[in-house]
T-cell receptor
Framework: KNQVEQSPQSLIILEGKNCTLQCNYTVSPFSNLRWYKQDTGRGPVSLTIMTFSENTKSNGRYTATLDADTKQSSLHITASQLSDSASYICVVRWYGMLTFGGGTRLMVKP | SAVISQKPSRDICQRGTSLTIQCQVDSQVTMMFWYRQQPGQSLTLIATANQGSEATYESGFVIDKFPISRPNLTFSTLTVSNMSPEDSSIYLC???????????????FGPGTRLTVL
């Protein structure tokens, strides 16, 4: 069964600090891997998308990495802000099928 | 990109009633989907809304409970029928394949409809 597992489930950091969220997947092969940010009560918004041949993709303070050999991806957030408080979801796509991770709930405290 | 709006944004409903959620996209899209997100959980695909034909439902979801319409390339509705408290959830519309933007993975999500069933 295709799975996407994220860790940690939740994380609390202080404003200005960096953090890294992990995503391990078993979906293989896959078309692309995407990280979404979901604010409470809102729909997910795409942060980064990487194909299986890409190793890293940045979007401002967000940097995603992908290791297709170990089937791992990470999302690194630099100089966190209060507005980064949200759930971050890793999604692996194979053609039209999406497999969602359970998400990491990040809280940034002042 | 595609901008998706959903109506209503939230609602509180009584057990046994039905609610229809609307999804409007500002661009023509090939694919439209409906997801459910229960509190603290990730997204679960309910069905793919097919234009001009019956929706394709995932395991565990049936048309009688979640009838779906898709009359054109920019609009879809999801009805949650005969609601019970277990249906309390966020319902999200998602689209893929924005026409005029070929070759891109263009899956976008709407803002969601927060449903509470008493």
């Amino acid at each position: 069964k295709n799975q996407v597992e994220q860790s940690p489930q939740s994380l609390i950091i202080l404003e200005g600090k960096n953090c890294t969220l992990q995503c391990n997947y078993t979906v293989s092969p896959f078309s692309n891997l995407r990280w979404y940010k979901q604010d409470t009560g809102r729909g997910p918004v795409s942060l980064t998308i990487m194909t299986f041949s890409e190793n890293t993709k940045s979007n401002g303070r967000y940097t995603a990495t992908l290791d297709a050999d170990t089937k791992q991806s990470s999302l690194h957030i630099t100089a966190s802000q209060l507005s980064d408080s949200a759930s971050y979801i890793c999604v692996v796509r194979w053609y039209g099928m999406l497999t969602f991770g359970g998400g990491t709930r990040l809280m940034v405290k002042p | 990109s595609a901008v998706i709006s959903q109506k209503p944004s939230r609602d509180i409903c009584q057990r046994g009633t039905s609610l229809t959620i609307q999804c409007q996209v500002d661009s023509q899209v090939t694919m439209m989907f409906w997801y459910r997100q229960q509190p603290g959980q990730s997204l679960t695909l309910i069905a793919t809304a097919n234009q001009g034909s019956e929706a394709t439902y995932e395991s565990g979801f049936v048309i009688d409970k979640f009838p779906i319409s898709r009359p054109n390339l920019t609009f879809s509705t999801l009805t949650v029928s005969n609601m019970s408290p277990e249906d309390s959830s966020i319902y999200l519309c998602s689209v893929d394949g924005v026409l005029g933007a070929p070759g891109a993975d263009t899956q976008y999500f709407g803002p969601g409809t927060r449903l509470t069933v008493l």
